[in-house]
Every structure is written in structure tokens, then in C-alpha cells.
């Protein structure tokens, strides 16, 4: 099992930037993918970014660009660098890790961060 502990969460103004970080309780070396979800009330949990343990990244279309995931085995750490906010990247930012065994993938969460940006 894997215990995740989001923060860097808060309010910005529209082009402003956030840095989110994701504090793994055990090596993420032994994790294969870590990414970022965002739920906006009334929205479905989306895919914002993931990592895998072979450093392959993947974003969301909305955030390409915008949007850089990165790691720090170190401190287990997962970060979410997000420049040019939008108001509609305005969501429940919530780590995510993946660890797989042959077919079966156990997934873990954190409690989520909110992000809100305001116009």
C-alpha cells in the first residue's frame, strides 16, 4: 500500500501559476505510474497528468503545455507545475498511484487539493 498527501493547493488569479506536490509513503521507485486527477463539481474525475516509472509522461489535450508533471525520488515526491491557469482548471486536484501486478492494477488516492481560479 501507498499513502498519498497532496498540497500546494489555493487560489490563484487567471494566468497565475501553482506548484502541487504529492508525498508518497514509500519509494516511488517501486510505484509504476503516479498522476494527477482534477474533478470540477458536477464533472467526472479526469486525467490531468501521469509519470511513469520509465520517466513517460502523458497530459490532458486541455493542459499540454501549460502543464508539467515531474518527480523527486528523494523526497518521494510527485509534483504538478501548472502556468497559464484558467478559471477552468478550477477543480479537486487528487493524486493518483498505480501499481501493477501482471493484470491487476491496485490504484491509490490522496484526499485532494482544491485549485481555484478565479477571472
Known amino acids: 500500500q501507498v499513502q ?30 503516479m498522476g494527477w486527477y482534477r ?11 501521469s509519470i511513469t516509472s520509465g520517466g513517460i509522461t502523458n497530459y490532458a489535450d486541455s493542459v499540454k503545455g ?16 501548472m502556468n497559464s491557469l484558467k478559471p477552468e482548471d478550477t477543480a479537486v486536484y487528487y493524486c493518483n ?7 491487476t492494477r491496485n490504484d491509490y488516492w490522496g484526499q485532494g487539493t482544491q485549485v481555484t481560479v478565479s477571472s
Open 66 to 81: 501549460r502543464f508539467t508533471i515531474s518527480r523527486d525520488y528523494a523526497k518521494n515526491t510527485v509534483y504538478l507545475q
Open 4 to 33: 498519498l498527501v497532496e498540497s500546494g493547493g489555493g487560489l490563484v488569479q487567471a494566468g497565475g501559476s501553482l506548484r502541487l506536490s504529492c508525498a508518497a509513503s514509500r519509494s516511488i521507485f517501486s510505484i509504476n505510474i
Open 97 to 103: 498511484a498505480g501499481m501493477i501486478r501482471g493484470p
Open 39 to 49: 474533478q470540477a463539481p458536477g464533472k467526472e474525475r479526469d486525467l490531468v497528468a
